[in-house]
């Protein structure tokens, strides 16, 4: 997992995509190639969340998240990223 | 029922689609072929609930969804699953 | 009434529509044939109702309904049932 | 007035139309003959209210109200009434 | 200003509009003659408000409102009124 | 700055358009000529603000504004002011 | 960074936008050519938050926001700002 010191505002977090398909805790998962395929990656930085809300996942989760048009990429320091919301991450593995 | 070690986040509830027609504790039970059909399943794992709603349904319970596209597919072990919220569970069977 | 042991989620009820237009305890009620018209049929089971609002209507009410597109259709034992959310209930016949 | 025993759910009404313009209580009332044009008719049963908001027309009421497409027909023992929800009543006559 | 026998529901006001264009409490007012024009009439007859917000315009009053499809028309003892909610008033002249 | 004795309801402003582009507290600002240009004005009139929630300018406020087709144009006295609610105010200049 | 005396209202704040890409305290970030592609920027000015509920961010700040279409442009002294809501900034570089 990469260092990153970026601070995502509100229920953002910052997602590190994985590479390609590997073992995870949960074993062998392969998600289907449809419209909106959920993903693997690993948290790299979580938002302080919302108001009264503090996030539920935390740096080091490997974690599946719907690959929706709203997520924003970053590239730091030549690893690329993805900024999205909490709601957007389906589960942990 | 298949044994997985995934955690969803919120609301969110795995389900093994049941593989053919068969009958349940609440007998035969057919969902109309219709273009929003109710799907039976099992729930295998569930999330943490909402803030101050914990889910209904449990791990074991035998249910009707909604097939909805918002739901999404993945492939753990060579098992298929499908990930949803628990408000598109219409009953426990 | 048939006997069915499904349970409803939150807000929805099985209603088995009424098979022919028949006097009710309201007497003769005939549902204009529109195109959102309101329909009979028999409640057989109620869902715990959502948080802090407990369901209105019961087993054994004879109600109308609206025939909207979301209204899910399942056969148990041969016998064929609506599923819908009690907000889709116009009235107690 | 007719007689009915309907019982409207929620914030819902069952109103008889107007047979034809007539002298109310406030005088000559001929609604426009727009798209949205506003309809008379006597309140004939009403619901129980939603959740701590108990309704404010009463049976006996005469009223005015928006002719919407989400307005129910039914015909009980041959009267033609109308449900809708209080909100569409827009003021007592 | 006419007299008339009607309780709007809600947060419902009932407006006679302004006959021509004349001297008001603020001086001559022109609305401009732009798709959404404000027009100006005189309140006759209010509503008792929604749940906790009693309405701030009262029986007399010159207002200016937005001229919206939304608007109700209705013709008492041959004077021609509108029927508005208050959200579409938009100032006291 | 105009005097006008006009009451805006709820969260509403009544605003005086500058006449042209003129240095103000800030030093020169030119709003780009996009199709959502923000527009430089002078609050003249403000409404109570919406319950519990008073208003945050005041009368003599320079400020800039969205140019959007919701703002209500009128001509009092010869002078041109706009209505908008107060979250149309982008900034206190 | 440069000052201006602009107040931005409730949970708006005035942004600078970077002149390049330059690397920041984080290292360098490269924000993705995408059709919502993140851009960065220095805070300049802060609105006081909405109603309970305080900015997070500070004048100074470098932060990463998305280039949507509701951002004002607005030209002060010949230094060009944007305007947006905090909800518009995705992370504190």
């Known amino acids: 997992m990469s260092q990153v010191n970026i601070k995502p505002l509100a229920d953002r977090v910052l997602v590190e995509p ?3 398909e590997e073992k995870t805790a949960s074993g062998i998962i392969i998600p289907e190639t449809a ?3 959920p993903q693997r990656g ?3 930085a979580v938002g302080p ?3 009264d809300e503090p996030l539920t996942v935390k740096v080091g989760d490997e974690v599946l998240y719907g690959k929706f048009a709203g997520n924003e990429k970053i590239t ?6 993805l ?11």
């Open 42 to 44: 690993t948290i790299v």
């Open 35 to 37: 419209k909106e395929k």
């Open 49 to 51: 969340g919302k108001k």
């Open 18 to 20: 994985a590479a390609a």
């Open 83 to 93: 900024i999205m919301r909490e709601t957007d991450i389906i589960a942990i593995l």
């Open 76 to 81: 730091v320091e030549g690893t690329e990223y």
